[in-house]
């Protein structure tokens, strides 16, 4: 519905706003209508029963009460207070307080921080770390931490199915808060928080202040230590470029809970009795939580606003507040500035309520109820539909200007590799007589960069302009735009959030919620290699297929391999059995042209390009027979060349297979300065800016190749595969060493030549005219005998 007035009923109008305006600044707003109903859920009650204790009861060592949330799990929820509830149904039932078993051995039953982490539960209870298992209802303490804790930290990525979005939900932080932060002891799990070991961090011995914690900001692919320091906070950044530099600093004079926001959108939610803050860069600009009564901005902070804070809920995209004089206050988490408003006041506070979102714009005020006659509690929850109650006109929330924001995109992951560039498209509906702007961002624009562009894109049926948003992500380094102080490290695998909000957007869009999507700067695991086999050996008819398939095999001698593949001759022969499943049929290549494979990139089966990225190549048997026909000077190298000797000595026997992109160093970069003492050592590495290629010795046969592409600009993913190659055309090898096969033959030739001349000089003289009848003779007997010979058979 709309309503347009025009000519002097604008006047009207507008007075009729300022005197709805004053009676909502005269009028007490106790008198509006009730936030919520109240009901009390009760289950499993028949007969009174007598409570047993099983276990140590837990309980939390806060005076305030908290609710933590599964981000991923929306059922499974963990209650803090003078007791503490463990619910799978979102407290839909009556639960039993929540204990440890006895066998823990945990003496006091004090629990400090908690966090779910997967499909595991955590808990510091004295100081020390235990995990629950809440499938398979096992407990355990955590193991490899030597110091006493107070709290954990992490986070979950509710992407299933991915390696990263596992190892987000895998990454556990313990520490002691508030010791010095040179001296802290910090603990990092890997494991879900069943081991532990102990972290380090280049320069912590440098910084000053006490340790306020410790968090995986994963949306900025950074780690950030909470620094105190004489009433103010700051947060010091583990990698490049944020490590040369602090967040700016903000209040801290007292300890802040830290809430991280659901979504990897790096929000942060600082609060206390007296004061709310709120961060949207994980931490490095945090600001003050106005204050709104409709536009006008009543305290530019919660702690002007002298309230006390009782409990904080967040979810994706909005933040509640309740405060100890039964006042709620609400807002939502845009892109801009976050404010809140407060709701009516109603008696809905209590020391046991707690705040907790159940859906988009749902709310619940829940509390815990003993029963005198059962062990377990039931719960009373006053339930808030928050866009319902945003219709008052006393609370001049507006209109929202947009209809419709939605985009395939909206909670999808993607992955962009090196050199790779992603497409998105949104499409925005705004209210007749708007023009919304849309904002996008990213949580990382260190490592993700984004161009956006803006169209319209037809009408609704209803006359609505609709417009067409296309966004096109790539890394930072390759749009070129950016200073290399700015962008992160190349060569490590980042993570960054995309999020599509609309500038100054009314809080009535409850609705309308913001469109992220999660994206990995990483391995596109869909990539692969493969050898260009369009002319193999078998097509050649040089081998058999069907001999091939039929538990074919051959024998290496002992003289062309050595099985640790140091280049030394072997004790026996080799049988080795050709795996033709996996290889197939071997390409073919003569021994005396230089040769090198055509390396093809392929994505969901599909091919992409030709590979002219660096790589490597080493025959899996210890083949030493081909050597490379460029060496270190003639390949142009400044540095000394890497090679399989160096790589495999530096990996040990366990890994002689490990030249990759993540050690492999070019000669050719100006910042390696090895220094070039052989220069006529054959270069190793195929592929680049080179022409090296392969040079087999005069041995015909199969090898079988591992090759992997090392250049650590092409692709995050260690691209490996191995193929197989029949060499022909080679002669076999001379029994006699060529230097006395030469000697031999200019000897036989010489003395030829001397017979051919002195031959005719001796039938001339007196013992050549003898020898010359000796021979006459002996011919002529022969001949009868062979005429006899001839006449008997």
């Given at each position: 519905?709309?309503?347009r007035?025009?000519?002097?009923?604008?006047?009207?109008?507008?007075?009729?706003?300022?005197?709805?305006?004053?009676?909502?600044?005269?009028?007490?707003?106790?008198?509006?209508?009730?936030?919520?109903?109240?009901r009390?859920?009760?289950?499993?009650?028949v007969?009174p029963?007598?409570?047993?204790?099983?276990?140590?009861?837990?309980?939390?060592s806060?005076?305030?009460?908290?609710?933590?949330?599964?981000?991923?799990?929306?059922n499974?929820?963990?209650?803090?207070?003078?007791?503490?509830?463990?619910?799978?149904?979102?407290?839909?039932?009556?639960?039993i307080?929540?204990?440890?078993?006895?066998?823990?051995?945990?003496g006091?039953p004090?629990?400090?921080?908690a966090?779910?982490?997967?499909s595991?539960?955590?808990l510091?209870?004295?100081?020390?770390?235990?995990?629950?298992?809440?499938?398979?209802?096992?407990?355990?303490?955590?193991?490899?931490?030597?110091?006493?804790?107070?709290?954990?930290?992490?986070d979950?990525?509710?992407?299933?199915?991915?390696?990263?979005c596992?190892?987000?939900s895998n990454?556990?932080?313990?520490?002691?808060?508030?010791?010095?932060?040179?001296q802290?002891?910090?603990y990092?799990?890997?494991?879900?928080?069943?081991?532990?070991?102990?972290?380090?961090?280049?320069r912590?011995?440098?910084?000053?202040?006490?340790?306020?914690?410790?968090?995986?900001?994963?949306?900025?692919s950074?780690?950030?230590?909470?620094?105190?320091?004489?009433?103010?906070?700051?947060?010091?950044?583990?990698?490049h470029?944020?490590?040369?530099?602090?967040?700016?600093?903000?209040?801290?004079?007292?300890?802040l809970?830290?809430?991280?926001?659901?979504?990897?959108?790096?929000?942060?939610?600082?609060?206390?009795?007296?004061?709310?803050?709120?961060?949207?860069?994980?931490?490095?600009?945090?600001?003050?939580?106005?204050?709104?009564?409709g536009?006008?901005?009543?305290?530019?902070s919660?702690?002007?606003?002298?309230i006390?804070?009782?409990?904080?809920?967040?979810?994706?995209?909005?933040?509640?507040?309740?405060?100890e004089?039964?006042?709620?206050?609400?807002?939502?988490?845009?892109?801009?500035?976050?404010?809140l408003?407060?709701?009516?006041?109603q008696?809905?506070?209590?020391?046991?309520?707690?705040?907790?979102?159940?859906?988009?714009?749902?709310?619940?005020?829940?509390?815990?109820l003993?029963?005198?006659?059962?062990?377990?509690?039931?719960?009373q929850k006053?339930?808030?539909?928050?866009q319902?109650?945003?219709?008052?006109?006393?609370l001049?929330?507006g209109?929202?200007?947009?209809?419709?924001l939605?985009?395939e995109?909206?909670?999808?992951?993607?992955?962009?590799?090196m050199?790779?560039q992603?497409?998105?498209t949104?499409?925005?509906?705004?209210?007749?007589?708007?023009?919304?702007?849309?904002?996008?961002?990213?949580?990382?624009?260190?490592?993700l960069?984004?161009?956006?562009?803006?169209?319209?894109?037809?009408y609704?049926?209803?006359?609505?302009t609709?417009?067409?948003?296309?966004i096109?992500?790539?890394?930072?380094?390759?749009?070129?735009?950016?200073?290399?102080?700015?962008?992160?490290?190349?060569?490590r695998?980042?993570?960054?959030?995309?999020t599509?909000?609309?500038?100054?957007?009314?809080?009535?869009?409850?609705?309308?919620?913001?469109?992220?999507?999660?994206?990995?700067v990483g391995?596109?695991?869909?990539?692969?290699?493969?050898i260009?086999?369009?002319?193999?050996?078998?097509?050649?008819?040089?081998?058999d297929?069907?001999?091939?398939?039929?538990?074919?095999?051959?024998?290496?001698?002992?003289?062309?391999y050595?099985?640790n593949?140091?280049?030394?001759?072997?004790?026996?022969?080799?049988?080795?059995?050709?795996p033709y499943?996996?290889?197939?049929?071997?390409?073919?290549?003569?021994?005396?042209?230089?040769w090198?494979p055509?390396?093809?990139?392929?994505r969901?089966?599909?091919?992409?390009?030709?590979?002219?990225?660096?790589?490597v190549?080493?025959?899996?048997?210890?083949?030493?027979?081909?050597?490379?026909?460029?060496?270190?000077s003639?390949?142009?190298?400044?540095?000394?060349?890497?090679?399989?000797?160096?790589?495999?000595k530096?990996?040990?026997?366990?890994?002689?297979?490990s030249?990759?992109?993540?050690?492999?160093?070019?000669?050719?970069?100006?910042?390696?300065?090895?220094?070039?003492?052989?220069?006529?050592v054959?270069?190793?590495?195929?592929?680049?800016q080179t022409e090296?290629?392969v040079?087999?010795?005069?041995?015909?046969?199969?090898?079988?190749?591992?090759?992997?592409i090392?250049?650590?600009?092409?692709?995050?993913?260690?691209?490996?595969?191995?193929?197989?190659v029949?060499?022909?055309?080679?002669?076999?090898l001379?029994?006699?060493?060529?230097?006395?096969?030469?000697?031999?033959?200019?000897?036989?030739?010489?003395?030829?030549?001397?017979?051919?001349?002195?031959i005719?000089?001796?039938?001339?003289?007196e013992q050549?005219?003898?020898g010359n009848?000796?021979?006459?003779?002996l011919?002529?007997?022969?001949?009868?005998?062979?005429?006899?010979?001839?006449?008997?058979?």
């Amino acid at each position: 519905m709309s309503l347009r007035i025009g000519g002097n009923g604008r006047s009207e109008m507008l007075v009729l706003m300022l005197v709805v305006a004053t009676t909502f600044r005269l009028c007490p707003l106790v008198k509006a209508r009730p936030l919520c109903r109240i009901r009390t859920l009760r289950t499993g009650k028949v007969f009174p029963v007598e409570e047993k204790t099983q276990g140590d009861r837990l309980y939390f060592s806060s005076g305030k009460t908290h609710l933590i949330k599964h981000p991923c799990k929306k059922n499974l929820a963990l209650y803090l207070g003078r007791q503490i509830f463990l619910t799978k149904d979102t407290f839909e039932s009556s639960l039993i307080p929540f204990s440890i078993p006895t066998s823990m051995q945990v003496g006091t039953p004090e629990v400090t921080s908690a966090h779910f982490a997967g499909s595991v539960l955590l808990l510091v209870v004295n100081q020390k770390v235990y995990v629950y298992d809440y499938e398979a209802n096992f407990w355990t303490a955590s193991t490899g931490i030597q110091h006493p804790v107070s709290h954990v930290s992490g986070d979950n990525c509710c992407y299933s199915g991915n390696s990263f979005c596992m190892d987000i939900s895998n990454s556990v932080f313990a520490y002691l808060r508030g010791d010095q932060v040179s001296q802290a002891n910090i603990y990092f799990s890997n494991s879900r928080g069943y081991r532990f070991q102990k972290y380090t961090q280049e320069r912590r011995a440098e910084l000053v202040g006490t340790f306020g914690g410790i968090f995986s900001f994963h949306s900025l692919s950074q780690v950030g230590l909470l620094l105190v320091d004489e009433q103010m906070a700051m947060f010091s950044y583990s990698d490049h470029p944020l490590n040369r530099s602090f967040g700016l600093p903000f209040d801290y004079d007292r300890a802040l809970d830290i809430l991280i926001a659901p979504g990897q959108k790096g929000i942060l939610i600082f609060w206390s009795e007296k004061n709310l803050l709120v961060s949207r860069n994980s931490g490095q600009l945090v600001e003050s939580v106005q204050v709104r009564e409709g536009q006008r901005i009543l305290y530019n902070s919660i702690v002007k606003a002298n309230i006390t804070i009782h409990s904080v809920a967040a979810n994706e995209n909005e933040l509640a507040v309740l405060t100890e004089g039964n006042n709620l206050y609400y807002g939502s988490l845009g892109i801009q500035s976050s404010s809140l408003i407060k709701f009516a006041d109603q008696n809905i506070w209590s020391q046991e309520a707690v705040l907790m979102f159940t859906d988009v714009g749902m709310l619940e005020i829940l509390t815990p109820l003993r029963d005198v006659l059962f062990p377990a509690f039931d719960f009373q929850k006053c339930r808030l539909n928050i866009q319902a109650l945003l219709m008052d006109p006393q609370l001049q929330a507006g209109v929202c200007k947009v209809e419709l924001l939605q985009g395939e995109f909206e909670n999808k992951m993607y992955t962009i590799d090196m050199n790779s560039q992603l497409e998105l498209t949104a499409l925005m509906i705004p209210r007749p007589g708007t023009l919304p702007v849309p904002l996008v961002s990213v949580s990382n624009p260190h490592s993700l960069g984004l161009q956006a562009v803006i169209c319209e894109d037809g009408y609704t049926y209803d006359g609505n302009t609709k417009h067409r948003l296309n966004i096109s992500l790539k890394q930072q380094h390759h749009w070129g735009r950016a200073d290399p102080n700015f962008t992160s490290s190349i060569k490590r695998p980042t993570i960054s959030t995309i999020t599509l909000d609309i500038a100054n957007k009314e809080i009535s869009c409850v609705d309308l919620k913001p469109l992220t999507a999660l994206i990995s700067v990483g391995c596109d695991l869909e990539k692969k290699i493969v050898i260009q086999n369009e002319l193999s050996a078998c097509y050649h008819g040089v081998l058999d297929p069907v001999a091939l398939q039929d538990n074919y095999s051959y024998i290496i001698e002992r003289e062309a391999y050595d099985p640790n593949f140091q280049g030394q001759q072997a004790k026996k022969d080799l049988e080795v059995h050709y795996p033709y499943e996996k290889l197939g049929c071997p390409l073919l290549a003569y021994y005396d042209i230089p040769w090198k494979p055509v390396v093809e990139l392929w994505r969901e089966g599909k091919f992409q390009e030709v590979v002219e990225a660096e790589y490597v190549l080493l025959e899996m048997n210890g083949l030493f027979t081909y050597t490379y026909s460029l060496t270190a000077s003639t390949a142009g190298c400044s540095a000394q060349p890497q090679n399989w000797t160096t790589i495999t000595k530096m990996a040990g026997d366990t890994a002689p297979f490990s030249w990759d992109r993540e050690n492999y160093i070019s000669c050719h970069d100006p910042n390696y300065h090895e220094p070039l003492r052989w220069p006529d050592v054959p270069y190793q590495i195929l592929g680049g800016q080179t022409e090296n290629k392969v040079v087999f010795d005069q041995r015909n046969g199969i090898y079988i190749f591992f090759i992997s592409i090392v250049d650590p600009s092409y692709s995050y993913c260690r691209l490996e595969t191995t193929f197989s190659v029949y060499v022909y055309g080679a002669f076999p090898l001379s029994i006699f060493p060529p230097e006395i096969t030469i000697v031999l033959l200019t000897a036989a030739t010489l003395l030829s030549v001397w017979l051919a001349y002195m031959i005719p000089q001796l039938l001339h003289t007196e013992q050549g005219l003898e020898g010359n009848g000796f021979w006459v003779r002996l011919y002529q007997r022969c001949r009868k005998s062979c005429a006899c010979l001839w006449g008997r058979c």
